[in-house]
């Protein structure tokens, strides 16, 4: 039995859309755990971007199915486009996190902390770091529900 591209094309949404899901909620997950524990890793941050990088091939997927004439409802669409949307606003906070943190602190510039005791710096850093992964937590959560919630619209 042969099956149309679009079948196929179906079928590895489907689980593209399953292994966003999947990465979206391994991130999640750690990352809470790094952000409970004010610790960096290398671990949740490549989590992070595979689920980042699945959700646009996701995406690309969805709109090639739209593209071949599949019919899909508008609910699925708008939770299937709006991960981008968070995860774009997410880096963007993401970004200013340093920034926050060095001006709740006093500290005009980066290089400002590095003038200041070794122990003083760690503590400005592991403060940068926590923020930054507890934004990007928040973000992945939103995510994982949106995907979720695309795949009951499906």
């Known amino acids: 039995m042969r099956?149309?591209?679009?079948?196929?094309?179906?079928?590895?949404?489907?689980?593209?859309?399953?292994?966003?899901?999947a990465l979206n909620a391994g991130a999640a997950g750690y990352g809470t755990w790094c952000w409970w524990r004010a610790r960096s890793s290398v671990l949740f941050w490549r989590l992070l971007r595979a689920g980042q990088a699945v959700i646009v091939v996701q995406v690309a997927l969805?709109?090639?199915l739209v593209a071949l004439g599949h019919k899909v409802a508008s609910l699925h669409l708008i939770y299937g486009l709006l991960?981008?949307?968070?995860?774009?606003?997410?880096?963007?906070?993401r970004i200013s996190s340093a920034q926050l943190?060095?001006?709740?602190?006093?500290?005009?510039?980066?290089?400002?902390?590095?003038?200041?005791?070794?122990?003083?710096?760690?503590?400005?850093?592991l403060a940068i770091v926590q923020r930054e992964t507890g934004?990007?937590?928040?973000?992945?959560?939103?995510?994982?529900?949106?995907?979720?919630?695309?795949?009951t619209t499906a």
Do not use: N, W, Y
């Not at 991960?83 to 906070?93: G, H, K, R, W, Y």
């Not at 928040?138 to 995510?143: D, G, H, P």
């Open 135 to 151: 934004v990007m937590v928040l973000a992945t959560l939103v995510v994982l529900v949106l995907l979720l919630r695309a795949a």
């Open 3 to 21: 099956l149309s591209s679009g079948c196929r094309v179906k079928q590895v949404h489907l689980v593209v859309g399953v292994l966003a899901i």
């Open 83 to 93: 991960p981008l949307a968070v995860s774009f606003i997410a880096e963007q906070l």
């Open 62 to 64: 969805g709109g090639l």
């Open 101 to 125: 943190v060095l001006d709740q602190r006093g500290h005009e510039s980066p290089a400002a902390v590095g003038e200041l005791p070794e122990d003083q710096q760690r503590s400005v850093v």
